[in-house]
């Protein structure tokens, strides 16, 4: 995907914790990376943080995970997040994230996550406004089941 | 997959610290559950860690990464971990993972490692006597190219 | 501290991801080892786990942690936690912790922990029983101010 | 300490992954704050990073560590942590810290940190430029016993 599709993206410093024995990110970390790449996109687009979600009893989960590893992210790097919401479900969404050092895009992935009620465990459709909202911030053609 | 196609299982006891709001463990942390359970079977396997690897200068990275979520793990879980090598390539190969409660899949994955020269950044095969020994544990058949 | 002065420890084999560039254990995993180890000394006491303590709305927070760092522990080592109460306040507790690999005391610190209300804000009297059940298990004398 | 006994601030984001069921910061969390505050600080300083230290031979390593937590964080809180090297030895330093929100002083704590070779494991005098730098950065009168 050209760095161009994204019209977000989010800066991050690699910090000493997050580097291991083979002087490189660990692996898990940039899909914690991701996360908070996310929240910083969510906020930007003026959508109700995960706390409130919390509080209100429904929440986004993560559903699935996918990550391609191109090229190690590095101690100090100082990274830029891109983040794009290429679908939206009744109950779910698709989020693809880019992990750039300058030009080079270190890492790609994306997450599906499904909007749900954690009691009653299963899927409750998008609201509205949300869904709303994200298709203004996509300047790209969001593939949307309605 | 049953669960009986695993050969090798890791316990684990959830973290207070990988816990989050939500009261689940923390998306990312089932990635680092896998490193961590991978690294035991390797130890389980005999085959040189990777302190070893890496001061050999030829190390195992993780090219791409698959998580599937179904059900949350919660604080103080006592987990186990299935991981079975499913495929052996020439420089990579595939790692099947499972995440246990009891009886429960919670989290599933797959990881694709590759076997490389982190100077050269290109791959390196495998060394014979780890197929070798792979092949061995794995009471299932192993998908490889040679 | 004479290891001898401890009845409890716990085992801890370090991660791949708590080790850092410099080939030991970040110096912050300590503290989240003392908590791990902190969990498996309350649960061997019999005494209600941290959950527990958060929907019953009175919960240990820690209020000082002091570390000293003798020698670096390093990737893969076997640890094994003591862990120690040597004192009881009215609502603060002190615990002592060593973290040894074989013979080796690598980090030793000491926790305050207070006993309060997240709400209030303020400390709240550690109960009767654990009190009771605190000084059976320590075979030393423990300080108390009561 | 005043918050104007500080030179030196650096602004951080509460991340999700790091706020536990209590609904606060994972109280290890703040010493890893720490270690990315000093950083920065270090940074500002114009001295030479951990990686640098670390591939010319002789590195700077946490000898002893204190916390004190007032109050505690909470997700997405905007911190600012303050860093002042109150003391300067032949071959040891301290470091204080205070993370702030907004005025209020959240945690505070010393960082005993000494310059070492890792091999002969033994201190060696902290460089007189590295000495000069930290005189002019601290506004403040700075212990020495030199």
Same mark, same amino acid.
């Given at each position: 995907?050209?760095?161009?599709?994204?019209?977000?993206?989010?800066?991050?410093?690699?910090?000493?914790?997050?580097?291991?024995?083979?002087?490189?990110?660990?692996?898990?970390?940039?899909?914690?990376?991701?996360?908070?790449?996310?929240?910083?996109?969510?906020?930007?687009? +003026?959508?109700?943080?995960?706390?409130?979600?919390?509080?209100? +009893?429904?929440?986004?989960?993560?559903?699935?995970?996918?990550?391609?590893?191109?090229?190690?992210?590095?101690?100090?790097?100082?990274?830029?997040? +891109?983040?794009?919401?290429?679908?939206? +479900?009744?109950?779910?969404?698709?989020?693809?994230?880019?992990?750039?050092?300058?030009?080079?895009?270190?890492?790609?992935?994306?997450?599906?996550?499904?909007?749900?009620?954690?009691?009653?465990?299963?899927?409750?459709?998008?609201?509205?406004?949300?869904?709303?909202?994200?298709?203004?911030?996509?300047?790209?053609?969001?593939?949307?089941?309605?």
């Amino acid at each position: 995907m050209p760095k161009s599709d994204f019209s977000f993206f989010h800066p991050l410093r690699v910090r000493w914790a997050e580097v291991d024995l083979q002087k490189v990110v660990f692996n898990a970390h940039y899909l914690m990376y991701f996360d908070i790449a996310f929240t910083e996109y969510w906020r930007a687009c +003026g959508l109700p943080d995960a706390l409130t979600q919390h509080q209100q +009893g429904k929440e986004l989960f993560v559903k699935r995970a996918i990550l391609e590893y191109h090229s190690p992210a590095l101690y100090d790097d100082a990274l830029n997040i +891109g983040v794009r919401c290429s679908r939206l +479900g009744n109950s779910s969404m698709t989020l693809l994230f880019e992990i750039y050092r300058a030009q080079e895009c270190l890492v790609s992935g994306e997450l599906l996550y499904v909007y749900a009620d954690p009691i009653a465990k299963k899927g409750v459709p998008i609201p509205e406004e949300w869904r709303k909202r994200l298709k203004e911030v996509e300047r790209l053609t969001l593939d949307s089941c309605q």
